[in-house]
């Protein structure tokens, strides 16, 4: 029996669960306006620069980033430590007057410090519009007639395998830490490190940015386009917070390992990124070349850490409550129950209470 036809359940109880269980806050809309509206407003800026002024991408690398920043400000100002923020400007204005720290480190830095809180709220905002919408796409994936273009998005995306019973969707729905999650925070730094540096050396040593190959102060402005890279890693970071899986038989198929080898397979075509790297030793030199990737590397990590630990200490808490909230919505009871599953609820017997033989329930044949 098909279970979908032609967009409409045939099923005896159709589904008439929402399909669109929306946990986004006024606040978080407005942060994704704000962002929206900042990274249109800077893109068109820096055409404009780059056509009809003399400036070149080193130049409006951190206009490119500002959208960034401006959501961090924002974060800040709606916290309780807003008083970071001075603290963070104070220190600034003492390195540069002080201790003649240069002007291109500073703005690295001081972008960095503020930006970082917006990366992360950023990646709250998203895991929040579509978690739901993932789940709800995953749980009648592998019985659906025809797969929507959505569906299609999804299960490449995450991996997941086309003979696979998707029905069997769960999440760990009462999960409480007792500690800081630095496992997950090392994950999530591996993850950055592999897929934020491969791309960073495809733009880099791409031949149409090469200029930015060469170490000098305002070379060091195109690292601020390092603080968009925790943005493509980290919004799946939830499905393994929450261990959102697909519970079989044999074995169960975590939403997260799916999406984790996609953007393994995605992020390392590594020819492509040695041909590059060649390309610009050939021109710039190989200690020009060598100093400017460790110092992404470092760069790199430097985000990915500091956007990890504000993220896992200040927004990963609220975003599963406001997940698990809306579970029992979602999925009042499991679609899928076994006769031998040991979580479900025919457990609870009385003592004394006879058992009957799995075989007087009978086997299921097919006709040639």
Avoid at 272 to 300: C, D, P, Q, R, Y
Avoid at 302 to 312: D, N
Wanted: with cysteine; proline share 4%.
């Amino acid at each position: 029996m098909k279970v979908f036809k032609g967009g409409r359940t045939t099923d005896p109880v159709p589904d008439i669960r929402p399909r669109n269980l929306d946990i986004m806050s006024g606040y978080d809309t407005f942060l994704m306006i704000v962002f929206v509206l900042s990274v249109i407003g800077c893109i068109v800026l820096s055409i404009l620069f780059l056509n009809f002024w003399d400036m070149g991408f080193i130049d409006v690398a951190p206009l490119i980033s500002a959208p960034l920043l401006v959501v961090g400000l924002l974060v800040y100002l709606n916290s309780k430590e807003r008083y970071l923020l001075i603290v963070i400007l104070a220190a600034l204005a003492l390195l540069y007057f002080f201790f003649d720290v240069g002007f291109a480190i500073l703005l690295i830095i001081g972008f960095v410090l503020v930006g970082s809180p917006g990366v992360a709220a950023i990646v709250s905002v998203l895991q929040k519009k579509m978690f739901y919408s993932v789940i709800t796409s995953v749980e009648y994936m592998n019985v659906k007639e025809k797969l929507t273009f959505k569906d299609r998005m999804v299960a490449f995306m995450f991996n997941i395998p086309h003979d696979m019973d998707s029905r069997g969707l769960t999440m760990d729905y009462n999960m409480k830490r007792a500690s800081f999650p630095w496992n997950e925070v090392m994950e999530t730094i591996y993850m950055g490190l592999m897929v934020g540096t491969f791309l960073w050396i495809y733009m880099s040593m791409n031949p149409s940015f090469r200029t930015a190959a060469g170490i000098s102060a305002e070379s060091l402005y195109t690292f601020l386009l390092l603080l968009y890279m925790p943005i493509g890693v980290m919004p799946w970071s939830i499905f393994r917070s929450l261990k959102v899986r697909i519970e079989t038989r044999y074995r169960d198929f975590m939403l997260y390992d799916g999406v984790k080898e996609t953007l393994k397979r995605m992020a390392v075509p590594i020819l492509a990124a040695v041909a590059f790297i060649a390309l610009a030793v050939s021109t710039t030199g190989i200690n020009s070349v060598l100093m400017f990737i460790v110092l992404s590397i470092v760069v790199n990590v430097f985000i990915i850490v500091l956007t990890s630990v504000v993220y896992y200490r200040f927004f990963e808490s609220r975003i599963v409550d406001d997940i698990v909230s809306k579970w029992k919505v979602f999925r009042p009871v499991s679609l899928l129950v076994r006769i031998d599953d040991e979580s479900s609820g025919t457990k609870q017997e009385l003592p004394g209470t006879p058992k009957r033989d799995k075989k007087d329930y009978g086997e299921l044949e097919f006709a040639d």
